[in-house]
């Protein structure tokens, strides 16, 4: 049986899933709970809310991710809540 193969942007999302989860390693370890709770959130917080074919709408949130990704790997960001 063939596992179903993944789309180029189903790939992306679970690319900077990843990327996420990896950046949250590198988080001291008092905050690293919050940054998955947060991480966690934020993908079924969207995923909740969009089609799988909604592909403009899931490219917006890839670059936004990007962003905020890249801002929360500052070291300065060494914790964070969910609001």
Known sequence: MNPRKLSGLQKNVLRLYRDCLR????????????F???????????T???RRTDVK??????RVGRRRLEQYQ??????????
Do not use: T, W, Y
């Open 57 to 62: 709408a899931i490219e917006h949130l890839l």
């Open 23 to 34: 950046a949250i390693e590198r988080k001291p370890e008092a905050s690293r709970a919050r």
């Open 74 to 83: 500052s070291p300065n960001v060494r914790d964070i809540a969910i609001v």
């Open 48 to 50: 909740a809310s969009l």
């Open 36 to 46: 998955q709770a947060f991480a966690r959130h934020e993908f079924e917080k969207n």
